[in-house]
């Protein structure tokens, strides 16, 4: 079994920045994607960013040149750098990790970005 844990959300202004972590823990193998999704009340969940243990990524576009995604594979530990927020942004974050034994999701945590 794999848990994940986000932190770092909250409340900023438009133009500002904040850090998400997800921290990974349990049966976690060597190979495996991570990845940040947002959904707001209404919609379906949407995919921000993904990176791959060898450290691929891919982005979407709403979010590309503004948003950075990294990883600590030692620390099993998922960042993502958002930056020039914009009140879109605003949603519950949700970190998600797959590999051979499925994929799994953190509770959420909330980003409100005010204009």
């Known amino acids: 079994q794999v848990q994940l844990m986000e932190s770092g959300g909250g409340l900023v202004q438009a133009g500002g920045s904040l850090r998400l972590s997800c921290a990974a823990s349990?049966?976690?193998?060597?190979?495996?994607?991570m990845g940040w999704y947002r959904q707001t009340p209404g919609k379906q969940r949407e995919s921000v960013a993904f990176i791959s243990s060898g450290g691929s990524t891919n982005y979407a576009d709403s979010v590309k040149g503004r948003f950075t995604i990294s990883r600590d594979n030692a620390k099993y530990t998922m960042y993502l750098q958002m930056n020039s927020l914009k009140p879109e942004d605003t949603a519950v974050y949700y970190c998600?990790?797959?590999?051979?034994?499925?994929?799994?999701w953190g509770q959420g945590t909330q980003v409100t970005v005010s204009s």
């Open positions: 349990g049966s976690i193998f060597s190979i495996n994607v």
């Open positions: 998600n990790l797959r590999q051979s034994t499925g994929g799994y």
